[in-house]
């Protein structure tokens, strides 16, 4: 299995900037989701690692391979890199079968009959389509197309898979079948998956890491939960998580203890659990968790009025006006509550990180207490 390295890669269109000065390893067996909003690069980091998009500068190495290199004038193309590329519409041969669509590759590299019926066979066995071997793609649905999709590129064996946000075009249920399946293929066949996609619970769901974009800049690279707990700058905090995450924005007010000052004149001490410097005066963004976010009925650290109640059975979407700003809360279970009811709020549970609001960046984790 390959590692992918990318070095210094820019790409360039005109004046326009898709991605900018990245540097990233993808590692053996591994599990890569691009993840960012729209026009962040994402799409274009994975072309020019396939081939199918030559970089402007910088140096593409493929299982100790180089396969680009603007310096020394390499550019190995898409099919020697020995990936398999799987697009959002899945491009079946329409006059084809299920299995003819698969079996074309193996075709094409002149493998014999016995083998690829063998390899087939054990594609439909493995993406469940065997009984619809026969079929057009016309005649199958949606996931059924996107199986046989997979199955065709996995077909000859590529060192790795690439994914251009091959869910998409699924409807909700449909999407939690295939990222199940997706995961059961990654392990099954060993390969190296990077995937793209602008649907953060995909990254967090399917990934064994995340590169999040933003603009052509890597944002943060790290595994799922790590950019979950523990979020690089304000853009990753407030990207990753449903609901989104509370940022408040906070002053400085004491050092000793750390004494922050909310909007509506609330204080609150916090504790760094990381080593940190903060001055009396700076601007801070407090980052809380909804699941962080404790309503109750007894005496707390804050008061706070409920605004709206979204119960969906398994848990409640509570938001809530504080001092002068707003926050949600999750509750878990079937409960609601009242409209303009007076709650508590206590931050007991959880780490909650600490930004600069001039350079968006974390700061640290620390606990909150009663001031």
């Given amino acids: 299995m390959p590692k992918i390295e990318l070095q210094h890669v820019t790409k360039r269109f005109g004046k326009f900037v ?68 799987l697009f959002q519409n899945y491009a079946l041969w329409p006059h084809m079968t299920v299995y003819k669509n698969i079996a074309f590759g193996l075709e094409n590299l002149k493998w014999s009959k016995a083998d690829t019926k063998e390899r087939v066979e054990e594609l439909l066995t493995m ?5 619809f071997a026969a079929r057009y793609p016309s005649e199958l649905s949606g996931g059924q197309q996107q199986r046989v999709a997979i199955a065709r590129t996995l077909a000859t064996g590529p060192k790795a898979l690439f994914m251009d946000e091959p869910l998409s075009n699924l409807d909700a249920k449909l999407r939690m079948e295939m990222r199940t399946e997706l995961k059961r293929l990654h392990r099954e066949t060993d390969s190296t998956f990077i995937y793209v996609t602008h649907d953060q619970l995909e990254a967090m769901t399917l990934s064994s ?47 000793k203890p750390i004494t922050l000052t909310l909007p509506g004149t609330i204080e609150l001490v916090y504790e760094p659990q ?95 207490k009663k001031a």
């Fill in 127 to 131: 993406l469940k389509i065997s009984e």
């Fill in 18 to 85: 898709a991605v900018d000065d990245l540097n990233m390893v993808i590692d053996d067996r591994s599990f890569v989701t691009l993840l960012g909003p729209s026009g962040c690069g994402k799409t274009t980091t994975l072309r020019m690692i396939a081939g199918l998009e030559t970089p402007t500068e910088g140096e593409i190495i493929i299982n100790d391979k180089v396969v680009f290199s603007s310096e020394k004038g390499i550019d190995i193309p898409p099919d020697k890199r020995d990936v398999g590329f």
């Fill in 209 to 255: 890491k995340v590169c999040l974009m933003k603009d052509g800049f890597m944002q943060q690279y790290a595994p799922p939960l790590e950019v979950y707990r523990r979020p690089a700058n304000m853009f990753a905090a407030d990207f990753v998580g449903s609901p989104n995450i509370n940022l408040i924005k906070a002053e400085v007010t004491k050092t």
């Fill in 274 to 368: 990381d080593k940190m410097t903060l001055q009396v005066g700076q601007k801070v963004v407090l980052g809380l968790r909804p699941e962080h976010v404790t309503i109750t009925e007894e005496p707390s650290m804050i008061d706070a009025t409920v605004l709206t109640s979204l119960p969906s059975g398994m848990e409640t979407i509570v938001q809530l006006k504080m001092g002068d700003s707003y926050i949600h809360s999750v509750v878990f279970g079937d409960l609601d509550f009242d409209l303009e009811k007076q709650v508590g709020l206590s931050f007991s549970s959880g780490k909650f990180n600490l930004f600069d609001e001039q350079t968006k960046r974390n700061l640290g984790q620390g606990l909150l």
